[in-house]
């Protein structure tokens, strides 16, 4: 077994691969913050249906929703150089070709989330029975105050089950982003691999990682929702 | 703007000469893991013992596993193990001669049967326990209740998130790319090796896509149209 | 022809049967009376084990049975060769009205799809359902779901027809067309077992009632005689309580 898997190796490389987690948490907690605050202005921007924007956001969401995250983050890297290269020269001295690749990784996350986080905000928002509107106004509330008293604590917890599987998701998409010269989880496992000749060890602590902080995440959110429904949990 | 319409026209004939290798990874793969997912949601509705345990277990860690990370574990552990492994098997074919696709089918079925499993539990609750009741009251076993009861009425309860797997298995198919397979993403930019120009061909991929799960979505909707008629109810008299 | 003796169930800690014994002879249409908790629902679903029984012993044609540790084989004789009609109908929500009552007939008894056909199409015309023969059911009333719910378990020709409050789900207008369509089966010399609280009916078409209390046979007779001379008081309070369609005291 020794050419194969080695303990010895495993808990000599486990504590090098773990200490590039923040690298991946670092780029969750970014994308989803900015990837968030996207998906509220789209949602709200279809809500509202907009003319010619909602049609452009239904393309926007349909080919975030229809293209691989890889091809997505390549684009971001080589395209926007090339798209808003001289812009960003010219107007902030800033040499995008320069640009660390996480950025890139980051903003075809926040693009990413923009469109199925705002899918989901507008299905949780609809999902609130127009009756519990008409409600509101009846009692004499603005459409505004409606909205943000009534209906969107209630979108909230209806929201909150897919918020949860979404984020785990971007977690383990994380796992891409070593393709682009990252040195997160993945990307140490590699190195060190390339550099002992043993990958097996690197990758496994990965893949142990990976699923121990998942069902954390997991665990998680069950307690935010049971908390939130006075202990009734919907399992998604 | 330095884009070339020349070359990513030729990323994207390149790109749909290899779709039919993504095609046919996603679709085996989804229909093997539609019959594996069942069984296993089936054995853990049904709470047969020891194997429902290990299922719930194995389906709940498994979850947790990334598909790219997946793929670089099981694709190290066949090329370590392989030459030993075909020594006791008999197996005469080099490493080299072996399609890497094969891992590539394995990792996204394991990945896609542990999601169809949890969808098509989460079907099993929305079946009134009477219609199990019925079939059984007319003498059809279990097998029969199932398969002629209660499977169809869960298609139509099943086909949105059915629809959104298949999807991401598409997605999820780009990573064989990484154990050296070419499908469309890296068939796009076989081109761009000459040019050093890579945009055009991740464009390229991204629309061929784009415009596959496009298909995908509108065969979902004709599918969803033509299901569930049964469930529309009437103002009765 | 079908005997139950000492039959036991509990869950968890509540007995819901206490050691029950009944006959039931051929032909005979037997209703089972009682409150809410007596158990008779149960003991009715032990028969084809929709429920499973403790212990006791169900001798069936000649067949005996244990209902401690039931052969997979004999539940399966049970479920064939009787027929259920469920309070809340359980037709298959699939399938279209023709498609109910065949399923059965080609699936359970292999009959040719023709000829299922043709029993279907018979039996749904004797319960007055024939023109809705391609209607799904969520496109028809309870009345009606109840009838092909009948139907289902006529067309399969069983020796007993058990039915679990067959009209206690539904709306009262719909009530009375569908005890005559069971009190037609019952014409037809089939024999029953009827669990309902509906008393005309057990006094037009009833060759025995039993009353049921608290997971015990407390009473049983002719329903004249359990009606106007009952002998336990059990029963005379439960009467009491429940007041005959046709008896309006000014």
């Not at chain 1, 918020?163 to 971007?170: F, Q």
């Not at chain 2, 949890?118 to 219609?131: L, M, P, T, Y």
């Not at chain 3, 006791?56 to 084989?73: A, E, H, L, Q, Y």
């Not at chain 3, 539940?75 to 037709?91: A, P």
Request: net charge neutral; with cysteine.
């Amino acid at each position: 077994m020794e050419n194969y898997f080695s303990i010895e190796r495993f808990i000599h490389v486990f504590p090098k691969v773990i200490s590039s987690l923040p690298v991946n948490l670092h780029i969750v907690f970014w994308s989803m913050l900015l990837g968030t605050l996207l998906a509220v202005f789209v949602a709200v921007l279809r809500l509202h249906r907009v003319p010619v924007v909602s049609g452009l956001l239904g393309l926007y969401i349909s080919f975030m929703r229809g293209t691989p995250l890889l091809v997505q983050m390549m684009i971001a890297f080589y395209g926007i150089p090339i798209v808003l290269g001289t812009v960003f020269l010219n107007l902030f001295g800033i040499n995008l070709n320069r640009l660390e690749p996480v950025i890139f990784v980051e903003i075809a996350i926040i693009l990413n989330e923009g469109a199925f986080l705002g899918e989901i905000f507008r299905g949780a928002i609809t999902s609130v029975p127009a009756v519990q509107s008409e409600a509101g106004y009846s009692i004499g509330m603005t459409g505004a105050q409606t909205f943000v008293r009534i209906v969107l604590p209630q979108a909230f917890k209806v929201a909150i089950p897919h918020y949860g599987v979404d984020l785990i998701g971007v977690f383990q998409n994380t796992s891409l982003v070593f393709m682009l010269g990252v040195v997160d989880l993945l990307g140490r496992a590699k190195t060190i691999g390339a550099a002992s000749g043993h990958t097996i060890e690197g990758y496994v602590a990965a893949a142990l990682i990976y699923i121990a902080f998942s069902l954390l995440l997991k665990g998680t959110f069950l307690l935010i929702e049971k908390k939130l429904s006075g202990g009734e949990v919907k399992l998604v | 703007m330095s884009f070339s319409v020349s070359s990513f026209w030729e990323s994207l004939v390149s790109a749909l000469a290899y779709a039919p290798v993504t095609i046919k990874l996603t679709a085996i793969t989804f229909v093997v893991s539609l019959v594996l997912g069942t069984i296993i949601a089936t054995i853990r509705y049904y709470k047969i013992p020891v194997l429902s345990q290990i299922f719930a277990v194995f389906v709940t860690a498994y979850l947790g596993l990334p598909t790219m990370v997946a793929i670089l574990l099981y694709n190290i552990i066949f090329m370590t193990c392989y030459a030993d492994v075909a020594n006791v098997l008999h197996i005469t074919v080099p490493i080299s001669e072996v399609d890497p696709i094969i891992i590539g089918y394995f990792v996204l079925i394991l990945g896609t049967s542990c999601s169809v499993s949890e969808s098509v539990r989460g079907a099993f609750r929305g079946i009134d326990k009477v219609q199990f009741e019925a079939g059984y009251s007319i003498g059809l076993g279990k097998f029969k209740t199932l398969t002629r009861v209660i499977y169809p009425q869960m298609v139509p309860i099943l086909l949105p998130g059915l629809q959104n797997s298949l999807i991401g298995l598409l997605k999820a198919s780009n990573l064989v790319s990484a154990i050296s397979v070419i499908e469309i993403m890296t068939g796009a930019l076989l081109p761009s090796l000459l040019y050093y120009s890579y945009l055009e061909g991740y464009v390229a991929a991204a629309l061929v896509y784009w415009l596959i799960g496009i298909g995908i979505e509108v065969i979902g909707y004709l599918a969803e149209k033509n299901s569930g008629k049964y469930l529309k109810q009437v103002a009765t008299g | 022809m079908i005997e139950l003796t000492g039959v036991k169930k509990s869950f968890g800690k509540l007995e819901v049967l206490k050691d029950v014994s009944i006959k039931v002879d051929d032909g005979e249409v037997v209703v089972i009376l009682g409150p809410s908790g007596s158990g008779k629902t149960t003991l009715l679903r032990s028969i084809n084990f929709l429920e499973k029984a403790d212990s006791g012993t169900m001798k069936f044609s000649d067949k005996i049975i244990n209902f401690k540790n039931p052969k997979k084989k004999d539940i399966l004789y049970m479920r064939r060769h009787t027929g259920f009609v469920f309070q809340n109908y359980g037709l298959f929500a699939h399938k279209t009205v023709l498609q109910n009552v065949m399923e059965g007939l080609v699936q359970v008894q292999k009959k040719s799809k023709h000829e299922a056909q043709q029993i279907a199409e018979e039996v749904l015309q004797n319960v007055g359902m024939l023109e809705k023969k391609d209607s799904y059911p969520s496109q028809l009333s309870g009345g009606q779901q109840q009838r092909v719910g009948i139907a289902r378990a006529v067309a399969l020709k069983p020796e007993v027809i058990l039915f679990d409050e067959p009209t206690s789900a539904l709306d009262p207008e719909l009530v009375g067309e569908t005890l005559e369509v069971i009190k037609k089966v019952a014409k037809t010399g089939i024999t029953m077992i009827v669990v309902t609280h509906e008393m005309s009916f057990a006094e037009d078409v009833a060759d025995r009632v039993i009353f049921m209390d608290g997971g015990v046979v407390v009473e049983e007779g002719k329903p004249g005689e359990i009606f106007y001379k009952p002998k336990e008081e059990r029963t005379r309070q439960f009467l009491s309580r429940i007041i005959p369609q046709d008896a309006y005291v000014i």
